[in-house]
């Protein structure tokens, strides 16, 4: 069964703390997205990456930053966390092209406390 | 701007009835791709059906059809013969090329759809 794996459902993190988030993927798709999802706003996109070391900003990188050192992960870093990126994030990869669907991890829902 | 617009934050549908949700967008592209997407209670997005711009005619996965009117940029979900599995939220999402030749997606905010027993 083909797979989008976050690392962790749940967390709990203390303001100013560096925080990973990891989603590994085992489809060898080219794409990897990260997304926050918020109530009322949908999901907006941080970072994404097409091509291993590649990455391009998306709506909102500010406070977030990425790395892509292998095809299968992707890490989201929160270089100094803040209460307003408490969220759920959701992974999301795609092979390369118009028509293809995400396929989504599970998200991690993190608070900033 | 490209926005993706669901107007109806939430509804319900009796189980074994049909429900359309709405969905409209904002794009001067001329070919995309428009994506439903489902979000039950286990946070898994799954993706419910896909439609070519160019095509005129309408996708249909199972009891899930799409109305497609592009003109009026509206791509409207109906799910026919509801059941309490279909309980979920539902985003619309269109792609568009970003750079490096990459697409990305814009999504709406969400319909959460609740099927009454």
């Known amino acids: 069964d083909v797979k989008v794996t976050q690392s962790s459902r749940y967390l709990v993190k203390r303001t100013g703390e560096k925080v990973f988030l990891e989603c590994v993927q085992d489809?060898?798709?080219?794409?990897m997205f990260w997304y926050r999802q918020d109530p009322g706003l949908g999901l907006r996109l941080i970072y994404f990456s097409y091509d291993v070391k590649m990455k391009e900003k998306g709506d909102i990188p500010e406070g977030y930053s990425v790395s892509r050192e292998k095809k299968e992960r992707f890490s989201l870093i929160l270089e100094s966390a803040s209460t307003n990126q408490t969220s759920m994030y959701l992974c999301a990869s795609s092979f390369y092209g118009p028509g293809y669907g995400y396929t989504f991890g599970s998200g991690t829902r993190l608070t900033v406390v | 701007a490209q926005t993706v617009t669901q107007s109806q934050p939430e509804m319900s549908v009796q189980e074994a009835e049909t429900v359309t949700l709405s969905c409209t967008y904002d794009t001067s592209e001329s070919d995309y791709y428009l994506f439903w997407y489902k979000q039950p209670p286990s946070r898994q997005m799954i993706l419910v059906i896909r439609q070519e711009a160019y095509k005129q005619q309408n996708a249909t996965e199972n009891r899930f059809s799409v109305n497609f009117q592009k003109a009026a940029k509206s791509f409207s979900l109906k799910i026919s013969d509801s059941q309490l599995g279909d309980a979920a939220m539902y985003f619309c999402?269109?792609?568009?090329?970003?750079?490096?030749?990459?697409?990305?997606?814009?999504f709406g905010t969400g319909t959460r759809l609740k099927v009454l027993a």
């Open positions: 999402a269109y792609n568009i090329l970003f750079t490096s030749g990459t697409y990305k997606y814009i």
């Open positions: 489809m060898d798709h080219e794409n």
